[in-house]
């Protein structure tokens, strides 16, 4: 039935001292090492080692079945993310029902006359995708990329490719504004396509589909699109058993207190239950849908709203449910007390996790994760050429994305959500707001002119990761 404390060190390969001390954390007392947990209580303690539950949830004999998608929008300013959405929305046989208004809770579903639905994420834009995915919620499965017919691609379109491929998702495309005289979408796709992004009618797997987000056209040709990619990725999850979900928006309601919209990712949340959300904690008082209808639960991939936490969570917070109060207050504690250590310690824990790892299988490839911002194209190749210059069977400079232009907030967001650092070439030093979020982050921005005074940089940045490696 259950499994020992040593067992489960062995599944998480996380060490015996630090399951001990999240079971103390927990709340669980554990008399000797060959004690039997309870599987809900391994479960707990590897989900908060970041050890999948599913690998340890049986899924045997589980109700698994297949699940709508959950889709984000980004793309550049003013391209017509919001538009779409709102377009988008109205579509939604909830909007309908409400007559148009819908409270906003940070998602909404569309529903298809097949039976079929999309989850579309209310948060236009890549801020909100790698806050998510920084925290470790991979909650879109889709990107739906925005571009104005009119402007094409620019830096912005660049990014939220690049912060997509980072996360594994895919991307269909939108190409917006088509009703505007100046729109010529065949530019747009060529401008894709150089790209890099393999688009479907020129032999690749993107999807492409031309929409007015304005005069509302080709809206349910995108859903249809959506439908399709959801279809191919053959999207599952596990109805039955507790809850995996996470926040994609949380606020402070005055009559309410705090309320969070939730997405399930697998099992079933209902009301009642203790929960820890991130480092919060709380017992669901009531369940409410996208209409803010009263409901007794939330199933996969679909958007609730959540009452009774006890205090204001972030999106890309994870929710845990477990089975008393005692169990969810020690939880938050001692994650709390977990993030108060790591912000003081995070140094230092990245220089003992490399020593660790490369203690276990001889000396490892380093990776070094590189964002390049450069004042023109022709410089931005120059230096990622270079750059590339160090690789070596001991290293590996993986260049995650470039752009011309100075280091921008985005920058910081994307290199935090792949652990990457961020070398400026030829640009200005990033505004003192940029700079401070990537201190905060702990994110290494170098800003060079001279390429040998660059490469010098990246080589210490190595050793610090590796010491000795060279
Ligand atoms: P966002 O910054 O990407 O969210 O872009 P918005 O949705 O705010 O749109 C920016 C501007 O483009 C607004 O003035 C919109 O009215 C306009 N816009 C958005 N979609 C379309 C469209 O399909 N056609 C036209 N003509 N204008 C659009």
């Not at 990457?420 to 030829?426: D, H, M, P, S």
Request: aromatic share 2%; glycine share 8%.
């Amino acid at each position: 039935e259950g499994m020992t404390i040593v067992e489960l060190a062995k599944r998480t390969g996380e060490s015996i001292r630090v399951l001990q001390d999240i079971l103390v954390n927990v709340g669980e007392k554990v008399d000797s090492e060959f004690d039997p947990l309870s599987i809900d209580v391994a479960e707990l303690v590897a989900m908060e080692v970041g050890v999948n539950v599913r690998r340890l949830h049986s899924n045997e004999g589980a109700k698994v079945l297949v699940r709508p998608a959950v889709v984000t929008v980004m793309g550049h300013v003013d391209h017509g993310k919001t538009s779409l959405l709102d377009a988008l929305r109205e579509t939604s046989v909830a909007a309908k029902e409400a007559g148009g208004i819908t409270q906003h809770i940070g998602a909404f579903v569309v529903s298809m006359p097949s039976g079929a639905s999309i989850t579309f994420l209310d948060t236009p834009g890549h801020a909100a995708f790698s806050a998510m995915r920084a925290r470790g919620a991979a909650v879109t499965d889709i990107v739906v990329l925005v571009v104005a017919a009119d402007d094409g691609v620019m830096p912005q379109t660049l990014e939220a490719m690049a912060h997509a491929k980072a996360a594994g998702v895919p991307i269909v495309v939108a190409i917006n504004k088509c009703d505007k005289p100046a729109a010529d979408p065949e530019r747009v796709r060529l401008q894709l396509a150089s790209e890099g992004l393999p688009l479907e009618e020129m032999g690749g797997d993107v999807q492409v589909v031309e929409v007015s987000a304005v005069n509302k056209l080709g809206l349910d040709k995108l859903e249809e699109c959506l439908l399709l990619q959801a279809e191919l990725m053959d999207l599952k999850a596990r109805i039955d058993g507790p809850a995996q979900a996470y926040v994609v928006e949380a606020r402070l309601d005055r009559g309410r207190g705090p309320l969070a919209t939730a997405i399930v990712k697998a099992g079933t949340l209902l009301c009642g239950q203790h929960v820890v959300v991130g480092s919060e904690w709380g017992r669901i008082r009531a369940i409410r849908d996208v209409v803010g209808k009263l409901t007794e639960r939330g199933i996969p991939a679909m958007p609730v709203e959540i009452e009774g936490l006890r205090g204001l969570p972030m999106a890309g917070d994870d929710i845990v449910v477990v089975d008393s109060e005692e169990r969810a207050r020690m939880l938050s504690a001692g994650r709390k007390k977990k993030h108060e250590k790591n912000r003081l310690m995070k140094v230092d824990e990245e220089k003992i996790d490399t020593l660790d790892s490369s203690e276990e299988e001889g000396p490892k490839r380093v990776e070094m994760p590189v964002i390049v911002k450069a004042d023109v194209q022709g410089t931005v190749q120059a230096v990622t050429d270079s750059l590339k210059t160090l690789n070596s069977p001991q290293v590996f400079v993986n260049v995650v994305h470039v752009g011309v232009g100075p280091i921008s907030q985005s920058d910081v967001d994307l290199a935090q959500a792949c652990g990457a650092c961020i070398v400026g070439f030829n640009v200005r030093s990033p505004p003192i707001s940029v700079s401070q979020a990537a201190t905060r982050a702990g994110i290494k921005v170098k800003v060079h002119r001279v390429i040998y005074h660059l490469l010098e940089d990246m080589g210490s940045l190595i050793v610090d990761k590796a010491p000795g490696i060279f």
